[in-house]
């Protein structure tokens, strides 16, 4: 704070102005001003006049003490407040002197190099002329002299900003206890964004720094000013930025890039160290935190919280006089929004965005750990999702290919039937169609009894019931394959053959097979019949005399070889000549 600066605040206190007034006038805190108030009060002083008529050195030493006293700048020839004893002007006897102007020379080309490393230097050298050195205090302050007539002041660039062209974003050093959802309390982060010509602000809560968070806390920001920037000038946390080092371009957090691609705003990340880039968010950050955290309640719900935070932010930072009074942000702002773009529909919600990911051989897509099927005929290509809404979104070229809901698993996968070549989709209508038992019995029944029989008896077993389940299918589909109700009837025999002559054991799809073969060569040389087991059938015939005797039928070669079906098996077949023929999965 300079001469003039000190004048100002002090003209203020004695024209009796507010507290609140003084600070936001001259841009000090309202303790700051009681301070000065209470100077002038001990030192007596009740006018302009008085205060007109002290020196310079007599007001320093007012707001600074005794030790306080002025003296002129080497370099930038400005008078300069000195606060205690002037170490650099005492004279120390028998000094080491060293060229500061080549230490100043040595420390500005190599930024690795450190102040305090350069005093160690210094001091060992002096100790090895047995001579004496200054302390790191004013080894500092001559260096810094020798520095500003290097690099010049301190001081700052002004950039000029059009209406509408940039809005900034930060975050506050602060956070906010408040209450969520679940009346539990929690800490949130407070997001500041505030348009770089007239400085009109947003600021609000979000629940964490990650980019959905982020996301969401921008689109409200948007919709407070209902109007969109050019451009957004943003820090570099991981929820939007990647990957930034100085002087190179910014890899940005892809569903931020492509939320920012879809609103039609460039992204412009400020270089890493910077401020100055940002001096408008830098501003806005300070104010609502001196301004609108300090008068905020605590222990609010996050949607109250907000609500209050935006009463605050109009009330003390955009209605409120800018610039020692001047035009309030509010007013500026209007010119911000008659240049900026309008908002012409709806901002898009948040969207978890992958782009450029390869499609697999087995015509998948891996996405966070889980695979999402696409047509068969894109493998090998690359394709973009989209996840919102617990839906996977994926494209090709602009067009939307799939849809499928969030898996929550670890290495799951959502496969859909279109999308799968024909023989894949048969696979995987088999194993669907056997899934049980149950599933095996129901289709086996529709067919033959016989049929039936053997897939209980083969599914009794407790070997193995996939291995158990191929040989029934085998039978089923070898069923189907016949049309001819011949030759289901003599399938029909061999399978009941086999049950018949073999242990439960013993009795699978090749011995059907064997027996099948068997029957069917032995039909081919008798004229298409084949020895079958009739059934033993006991009467007891009446005599004339009322006695009964009892005879029994014995089965001749010719019942042995009989017709190889019934009328009655005939209707039943053919009914059934017609179903289709599942090929065997396995």
Not at 320 to 333: D, I, Q, V
Request: proline share 3%.
């Amino acid at each position: 704070m300079n001469i003039d600066e000190i004048k100002n605040i002090l003209s203020s206190c004695l024209l009796g102005l507010s507290l609140n007034v003084i600070a936001d006038r001259h841009r000090i805190s309202r303790t700051t001003a009681q301070r000065y108030r209470k100077l002038l009060k001990h030192a007596s002083l009740c006018s302009l006049d008085q205060l007109l008529s002290m020196s310079n050195e007599e007001l320093i030493r007012l707001v600074y003490g005794d030790n306080a006293h002025i003296r002129q700048g080497a370099i930038s020839g400005q008078a300069e407040i000195i606060i205690g004893r002037d170490r650099v002007a005492e004279a120390i006897p028998d000094l080491y002197e060293v060229d500061f102007k080549a230490l100043a020379l040595k420390y500005s080309e190599n930024r690795n190099i450190k102040k305090v490393d350069l005093h160690i230097d210094y001091v060992n050298e002096a100790k090895a002329a047995g001579k004496n050195y200054l302390g790191i205090t004013a080894f500092k302050s001559r260096l810094n002299k020798e520095l500003i007539g290097l690099e010049g002041p301190d001081v700052y660039m002004h950039r000029v900003h059009k209406p509408g062209d940039e809005l900034e974003l930060d975050w506050c050093g602060d956070n906010y206890n408040g209450i969520d959802n679940t009346g539990k309390f929690c800490r949130y982060n407070i997001m500041v964004m505030v348009w770089a010509y007239s400085y009109y602000v947003f600021a609000c809560l979000v629940p964490d720094l990650g980019s959905k968070s982020t996301i969401e806390g921008i689109k409200r920001g948007l919709e407070f000013f209902n109007c969109l920037p050019n451009q957004l000038l943003i820090d570099n946390p991981k929820s939007m930025v990647i990957r930034h080092r100085i002087g190179q371009e910014a890899i940005l957090n892809e569903s931020f890039f492509y939320f920012m691609n879809c609103c039609g705003i460039m992204v412009n990340a400020n270089n890493p160290y910077s401020a100055n880039e940002k001096s408008a968010a830098e501003h806005a950050v300070n104010m609502v935190q001196t301004r609108v955290l300090t008068r905020l309640e605590s222990g609010l719900t996050y949607d109250k919280a907000n609500l209050q935070i935006l009463t605050l932010v109009n009330k003390f930072i955009n209605e409120a006089p800018f610039r020692k009074g001047g035009t309030p942000r509010k007013e500026l702002f209007a010119l911000d929004l008659d240049a900026a773009k309008p908002i012409v529909r709806a901002l898009p919600n948040y969207r978890e965005h992958f782009s450029s990911l390869p499609v697999l051989r087995d015509y998948h897509v891996k996405v966070k750990e889980n695979f999402y099927s696409v047509n068969y005929m894109l493998a090998g290509s690359l394709v973009d999702v989209d996840i919102c809404g617990g839906m996977v979104v994926i494209y090709s070229n602009n067009k939307e290919i799939a849809r499928h809901p969030e898996l929550n698993d670890i290495g799951g996968y959502s496969t859909a039937d279109i999308h799968m070549p024909k023989s894949h989709k048969a696979v995987r209508e088999k194993e669907l169609k056997y899934k049980n038992e149950e599933d095996i019995y129901n289709i086996a029944g529709s067919l033959s009894p016989e049929l039936l029989s053997f897939c209980k008896c083969v599914l009794s077993r407790n070997n193995s019931f996939m291995e158990n389940k191929k040989a029934c299918i085998y039978l089923i589909n070898l069923y189907k394959r016949r049309f001819l109700p011949q030759e289901r009837f003599i399938l029909n025999a061999a399978i009941d053959n086999v049950l018949h002559k073999l242990p439960i054991e013993k009795v699978n799809s090749y011995q059907v097979k064997d027996e099948l073969k068997r029957l069917e060569q032995y039909a081919d040389s008798h004229g298409g019949k084949i020895p079958v087991q009739t059934q033993l059938d006991f009467k007891e015939p009446v005599s004339n005399s009322g006695l009964a005797s009892v005879s029994s039928f014995v089965r001749s070669n010719d019942d042995l070889v009989g017709q190889s079906f019934t009328e009655k098996d005939s209707e039943q077949l053919s009914t059934d000549k017609n179903d289709e023929t599942d090929s065997l999965p396995f």
